[in-house]
């Protein structure tokens, strides 16, 4: 049996205009966007901001070339303590993808920055950490076909509402 891509059939379903795009459709591009993650080869160079970091026996320095999980990881659990003090980069990594798989996550489609973004968001829950926020959200890129971006925002919902953002439209009101 062949694969689907189900992003692909997403992003048709979306040029075709429909409205609504199919829960199912839905359903199956968020399952498939659960499995891509960050992109495991890229790399970012870490900001000062997040130098002095103790990971793996060893301080990380500004500027250091990065894997895009990790740097994630760094900004939002280590550094601004979104996710609570115990997160694992694993837990923060797989409290992204149950966003993704969870019904009740609304779903999204949007700018930003100028390029198209897929996004999921959930309630932070037991996920709240001491500088986190009342959402979480997760960012696909669906040229590249991966994550680009978790986080709990300050402002909530109202942080994809401006700003960087632009035409956002709601696939699937989160419950």
Known sequence: MA?????AILLYALDQR???VPEH???LALADIATSGFDPAGRVELPASLAGQEWRGRTVAAGEPTPVAEASYFEHVLLRAE????TTLAAYLRSLRDVLLDGGSGAFI???QGAARIG???RSGTLRGPGGGDWIVLSFDPETRHWVAGWQPEDGLAA???GDWSDVSWLRIPR
């Open 25 to 27: 459709v839905v359903r």
């Open 3 to 7: 694969s689907r891509d189900h992003v």
């Open 83 to 86: 996710w609570p003090e115990e």
């Open 160 to 162: 994809i509402a401006g």
């Open 110 to 112: 949007a700018r930003y």
């Open 18 to 20: 429909y409205d609504p």
């Open 120 to 122: 999921a968001v959930r």
